[in-house]
C-alpha cells in the first residue's frame, strides 16, 4: 500500500485493475509510451500514404502503359499470323499453278 492509500481495484485508463504497490507510477509510464507510439504511428502512416490524386495518375500511366505493351504484343502476333499465312498461300497456290501448268501443257501437246 501506498502511505495509506488503497491500489487494488482500482481502474486504469486501459481498464486494468491496480493489482500492487508502485503500479501507479507503471501506469503512467504506460500510457506515456502508448501515447508517443500512437503519435509516431499516426505521424508516419500519414507519410506513407500517397496523395489521391497522384495515386490516380499512377494508376492511369499503369493502365497506359499495360495497354501500350498489350498492343504491342496483338500487333507482333498478328504480323506473324499473316506472314504465316502468306507462306502457307504462297506453298498452295504454286502447287496449285504448277498443277494447271501441267494440265494445260498436256492439252496443248494433245495427251488427253
Request: aromatic share 2%; hydrophobic share 40%.
Amino acid at each position: 500500500m501506498l502511505a495509506g492509500v488503497q491500489t487494488e481495484g482500482l481502474p486504469t485508463a486501459e481498464g486494468h485493475e491496480l493489482m500492487r504497490e508502485g503500479s501507479l507510477v507503471d501506469v503512467a509510464r504506460a500510457d506515456t509510451v502508448n501515447a508517443e507510439l500512437e503519435r509516431l504511428i499516426s505521424r508516419r502512416a500519414s507519410q506513407d500514404r500517397p496523395d489521391p490524386d497522384e495515386q490516380s495518375a499512377l494508376w492511369k500511366a499503369s493502365v497506359r502503359a499495360h495497354n501500350a505493351r498489350r498492343r504491342e504484343e496483338l500487333r507482333a502476333a498478328w504480323c506473324e499470323y499473316h506472314q504465316r499465312q502468306a507462306e502457307r498461300h504462297r506453298a498452295i497456290l504454286e502447287a496449285l499453278i504448277a498443277e494447271h501448268e501441267a494440265k494445260a501443257r498436256k492439252l496443248q501437246e494433245g495427251m488427253v
